[in-house]
């Protein structure tokens, strides 16, 4: 339980340095560590186990296992699509050491079987796809859910058992890795830090497990090492995960620049507001009216040149908006020149979402962010 806390309270430790949270947006790894609590499981021999043990007049009930707290680590590489959804690949590693085994026989009971242990360990080989969630109002942490499904390498380090039957010890013995199917599913918070675009701290629960695993085991009397029995035990494999952790993105865009000073309005005559409708670059016939009226107001007052400078809003990466808000701004530069305005008078530039008329928070779809600015100068 102290692991745990400690967990917890080194995530949020970690929020002073929290910025606005956006989802991912091309390649990225992660890293964690932490505490891991796996289930107890019963140990059930196979008839020929069973058959072979009770021919020999010994006891062949199953037997049951828990384990102490022990740990595990992950390390991740991954690709966000900037709408929430992630795919990643997974390599982890779980290790608990086990807290002795019962039953196997009335002559045990349900008491622990003194002298028994070993370790197990699972390797974990996981396809995960994860979706990131947006708070409103929350902008410091962003919540992920996910599942993934793969394969697992586990065994039993020291894994001998030994039992007691009166006046005589059978011991068995656990052959090998097994490889199996695994599964998992994940929960979890990304804070992440002002200072380092792309960087977050991670906070997770996970619970993880596999197909049954079938261990090819051999009895044997232990005081003089002769063959009982030989079969398999099939045992359960789940856990219940609290990682804490890092996570990197590459790439990633800054965030935004704090809202400037605003400045002296323009006189209405000298400044012309063209919207357009969202993802589009397209010209309705409202704005060819208002680019006819910055054309007229060109040539009566006798301006000497007029920047066009395209925007969008929040919603979709910011490369795409950059490009889009770069289209919108040609397009009135365009129909412009068509309205007679000489083209060496125009500059054009975009800014993407970084200058909204409106801020929002990000994937927000704001229509007095998508359009042109016309200011004659």
């Known amino acids: 339980?102290?692991?745990?806390?400690?967990?917890?309270?080194?995530?949020?430790?970690?929020?002073?340095?929290?910025?606005?949270?956006?989802?991912?947006?091309?390649?990225?790894?992660?890293?964690?560590?932490?505490?891991?609590?796996?289930?107890?499981?019963d140990l059930r021999p196979n008839g020929a186990l069973t058959a072979g043990l009770r021919s020999a007049g010994f006891p062949a009930n199953d037997g049951r296992t828990s384990f102490e707290t022990g740990v595990v680590g992950v390390v991740s590489v991954g690709y966000g699509f900037g709408n929430g959804l992630r795919l990643e690949g997974e390599i982890g590693y779980r290790n608990n050491d086990a807290n002795g085994i019962s039953g196997f026989g009335p002559a045990v009971g349900s008491g622990r079987i003194p002298g028994t242990n070993g370790t197990r360990h699972t390797a974990s080989f996981m396809a995960n796809a994860l979706y990131d969630f947006q708070i409103p109002g929350v902008p410091w942490v962003m919540p992920y859910i996910g599942a993934g499904i793969g394969a697992a390498l586990t065994g039993f380090t020291s894994s001998a058992s030994t039992f007691t039957v009166p006046g005589t010890l059978v011991r068995t013995d656990y052959n090998g890795d097994i490889t199996v199917f695994a599964y998992q599913a994940i929960a979890g918070l990304a804070f992440p830090i002002a200072q380092v675009p792309g960087l977050a701290v991670t906070a997770e629960y996970r619970y993880f497990a596999t197909t049954e695993v079938k261990y090819s085991t051999t009895a044997s009397f232990a005081p003089t090492g002769r063959q009982l029995a030989t079969g398999s035990i099939t045992v359960d494999n789940g856990n219940h995960s609290a990682l804490l952790g890092i996570r990197y993105a590459f790439n990633q865009a800054p965030p935004p620049p704090p809202p400037m000073a605003v400045a002296p309005a323009p006189a209405p005559a000298r400044t012309f507001l063209v919207f357009f409708d969202w993802d589009r670059y397209d010209l309705t016939d409202r704005a060819r009216q208002i680019i006819s009226e910055a054309a007229n107001n060109y040539r009566t007052v006798g301006s000497t040149r007029i920047e066009v400078s395209g925007h969008a809003d929040r919603t979709g990466t910011h490369a795409y908006n950059q490009r889009l808000s770069e289209r919108r701004a040609s397009a009135v530069a365009a129909e412009l020149v068509r309205q007679g305005v000489?083209?060496?008078?125009?500059?054009?530039?975009?800014?993407?979402?970084?200058?909204?008329?409106v801020p929002t928070a990000q994937g927000v779809r704001e229509p007095q962010n998508r359009r042109v600015e016309i200011v004659l100068r």
């Open 342 to 357: 000489p083209q060496g008078a125009i500059t054009t530039q975009g800014f993407s979402f970084d200058r909204p008329l």
């Open 1 to 41: 339980m102290k692991i745990q806390n400690m967990l917890w309270g080194a995530a949020f430790a970690a929020l002073p340095l929290a910025a606005q949270a956006q989802p991912i947006s091309g390649v990225y790894v992660g890293a964690g560590v932490g505490a891991n609590w796996g289930v107890a499981t």
